[in-house]
T-cell receptor, first 117, second 113 residues
Framework: GAVVSQHPSRVICKSGTSVKIECRSL??????MFWYRQFPKQSLMLMAT?????????EQGVEKDKFLINHASLTLSTLTVTSAHPEDSSFYIC?????????????FGSGTRLTVV | GENVEQHPSTLSVQEGDSAVIKCTYS??????FPWYKQELGKGPQLIID?????GEKKDQRIAVTLNKTAKHFSLHITETQPEDSAVYFC????????????FGKGTTLSVSS
């Protein structure tokens, strides 16, 4: 089945530094990947849609200059949290869908726990 | 855009009882409705899904029903076990390339033995 690998699983960084999170589709190509953020005891909130070879589409209220998304290949999307602050501490999850499949078949990564101190 | 409402937010049942979680959606164009189970510190795991051309789907102890007219769908878990304890999320998506799943707020299910 389709597998999405997300790294790192946990990261602690100092306030003001940047952190990069990788999302890889291991056995399929993904034209589109999705990034979600989940605060404790809350739901998954869509942050942005990452499109291979083009700019990401951000949801309302998500700062595109703070959350940089790069989708340079059909198997890799990265989310960089720039100048991180404690309020950016959250669980970040990526999702991908095999290229060419219809509107179902979303696969999720295992998530990245970001703690900014 | 799509909005998904999920109820209840918490659900406590005794082992062996049934559990039902309900969701409603706003966009009549939505055609895919998955349910995910999430354990603490992990990503969501798909447990069952249903597409708009089907009214009901069952997989062992888990079933999902869909009422397109009323725009609601439900998850049914029978013979619950302690290992069913987790957070469950419903989601919906429209049939357009590049569209993401939109999630409900989640239901924390606790099964006591």
């Amino acid at each position: 089945g389709a597998v999405v690998s997300q790294h790192p699983s946990r990261v602690i960084c100092k306030s003001g530094t940047s952190v990069k999170i990788e999302c890889r589709s291991l056995d399929f190509q993904a034209t589109t990947m999705f990034w979600y953020r989940q605060f404790p005891k809350q739901s998954l909130m869509l942050m942005a849609t990452s499109n291979e070879g083009s700019k990401a589409t951000y949801e309302q209220g998500v700062e595109k200059d703070k959350f940089l998304i790069n989708h340079a290949s059909l198997t890799l999307s990265t989310l960089t949290v720039t100048s991180a602050h404690p309020e950016d501490s959250s669980f970040y999850i990526c999702s991908a869908r095999p290229r060419g499949t219809p509107t179902y078949g979303y696969t999720f990564g295992s998530g990245t726990r970001l703690t900014v101190v | 855009g799509e909005n998904v409402e999920q109820h209840p937010s918490t659900l406590s049942v005794q082992e062996g009882d049934s559990a039902v979680i309900k969701c409603t959606y706003s966009d009549s164009a939505s055609n895919y409705f998955p349910w995910y189970k999430q354990e603490l510190g992990k990503g969501p795991q798909l447990i069952i899904d249903i597409r708009s051309n089907v009214g009901e789907k069952k997989d062992q102890r888990i079933a999902v029903t869909l009422n397109k007219t009323a725009k609601h769908f439900s998850l049914h878990i029978t013979e619950t076990q302690p290992e069913d304890s987790a957070v469950y999320f419903c989601a919906a998506s429209i049939p357009q390339a590049g569209t993401a799943l939109i999630f409900g707020k989640g239901t924390t299910l606790s099964v006591s033995s």
